[in-house]
């Protein structure tokens, strides 16, 4: 394709013109072995600017990252289920104002029968964690499920304070769409029909049987003594509560036995159920493509200006304030994403938002700028509240963009030099072209 550069063989994909640094931040990153393997896409204004992969998808065969591969997202999982709950709170089957009890009636338990819709989904609920165990068998049988979520006390007076559910929302936000969903469907094929399907991407909340196991890329997890060079990217308060198993932050996060093996998410048999929290697999390019359409009015998943608003627009804050007592940061939430907050700058405006995973991930969309970003490695990273290695890669995107100064972490080196003989992209769409011979790899 006229206007497409190379980079080396481990790095394959296209990037439009005035995108190259970019592909050069992203080459270097797999050259430095930050990452075994990863892909990184971009869309602006519903087209495709940046569709690169390269590494391994597994490290200890040595196998190579292709087009078509896929990975495992973790929380980055949230974010896409949540446009499940967009599509339908367009079609008017769920009110953000609505108490949750009014849909799900046996949730009106222990205190929480004035929850409702926008506090469970901003995090505010109080039901970061869960007293009851959730087994393998819960996981197969949502009719099992409710009940045991049902039951649960919550753990500060709803609405008064904030807490991200790091586990337990997606949850409670799957009983949740299959109880106003009108053919009573499932969230993994409410995503599947609702979203994926207009959308034309290939994301699963609920790994189907007919996808090839071969095309997923093994997560990797990473050596203690590495991660022990790593813990300053957290916050001190974090790590502690970490640390201590009777913590909420602990509590939230290992409300399941994947949480303590995170290399567990390889596991075929777990991927089938549909976790909608941590358990989705797919690939950057669809990621981008969702959050693309979500930046330039929903036009594919036919999402309404109150939707986007309600996607776009902060909760406000608790009465408790805003720091939030699992991650022991001041965090924005709205609709299960995060918005900009000190230290994690976001987008061009106040209206982009995102949702990163646990292993390096994320999705984000920008729409003052019609952008949809999203990056997935296959080895664990590290730093808080998201992965040094996106944010590297987001501040090379904005430089091109001429946007927010949107800096990478110094300690990851400098960013390479401009692949693109030009540093600024045209404001006029850029077209990728993914048809015929005219496709070039980056290579």
């Known amino acids: 394709m006229a206007g497409r550069v190379r980079v080396q063989p481990e ?140 039951r649960q006390a919550p753990l500060w007076e709803p609405g008064t304070r904030q807490g991200y559910h790091a586990v337990s929302l997606g949850f409670y936000a799957s009983e ?117 359409d979500l930046a330039t009015g929903g036009r594919r998943l036919e999402l309404c200006p109150a939707t986007l608003s309600a996607l776009e627009t902060p909760a406000d804050p608790p009465p408790g304030g805003p720091r939030d007592l699992v991650l022991h940061s001041a965090i924005p939430f709205s609709f299960g994403h995060v918005h900009a907050f000190p230290g994690f700058p976001l987008g061009s405006d106040e209206r982009s938002y995102a949702m990163a995973g646990a292993g390096g991930s994320i999705g984000m969309a920008d729409p003052a700028l019609g952008i949809g970003f999203a990056y997935t490695p296959n080895r664990m990273g590290f730093g808080s509240p998201t992965d040094p290695r996106e944010v590297e890669l987001r501040a090379a995107l904005y430089r091109c963009l001429g946007g927010p100064p949107q800096r990478a972490d110094p300690r990851n080196g400098p960013v390479g030099r401009s692949m693109s003989s030009s540093s600024q992209p045209p404001r006029a769409r850029a077209s990728v072209d993914w048809r015929g011979s005219s496709r070039r790899d980056l290579r």
């Not at 009014?102 to 409702?116: E, I, S």
């Not at 590495?226 to 290992?254: N, V, Y």
């Open 176 to 292: 949740l769409l299959r109880r106003v969903d009108p053919l009573g469907r499932t969230i993994g094929r409410a995503f599947a029909e609702d979203v994926a399907g207009p959308l034309g991407i290939e994301f699963h909340i609920g790994l189907p049987d007919r996808v090839d196991g071969r095309r997923i890329a093994r997560f990797h997890g990473v050596h203690p003594v590495r991660g022990i060079f790593h813990l300053g990217g957290a916050p001190r308060k974090l790590l502690l509560a970490l640390c201590d198993p009777r913590s909420l932050t602990s509590r939230a996060f290992m409300a399941i036995p994947i949480a303590r093996h995170p290399e567990r998410i390889n596991d075929r048999q777990l991927l089938r159920h549909e976790l909608a929290s941590f358990g989705g697999v797919g690939n950057a390019r669809g990621i981008a493509r969702a959050y693309g």
């Open 11 to 150: 790095v394959h994909g296209d990037v439009a013109p005035g995108f190259g640094p970019v592909a050069d931040t992203f080459r270097d990153q797999i050259s430095r072995r930050q990452t075994i393997g990863a892909a990184c896409a971009v869309q602006r204004d519903g087209q495709t600017v940046v569709d690169l992969w390269g590494g391994r998808r597994d490290a200890d065969r040595r196998l190579p990252w292709e087009r078509d591969t896929l990975v495992p997202v973790f929380s980055t999982t949230k974010g896409m289920a949540m446009m499940a709950l967009a599509v339908a709170h367009t079609r008017g089957h769920l009110d953000l104002e609505e108490r949750v009890a009014a849909y799900w009636p046996g949730f009106a338990q222990n205190g929480k029968q004035d929850v409702t819709v926008r506090q469970l989904l901003s995090h505010q609920a109080g039901l970061a964690a869960l007293d009851e165990p959730i087994s393998a068998a819960l996981l197969a049988d949502p009719d099992a499920l409710a009940p045991v979520l049902a």
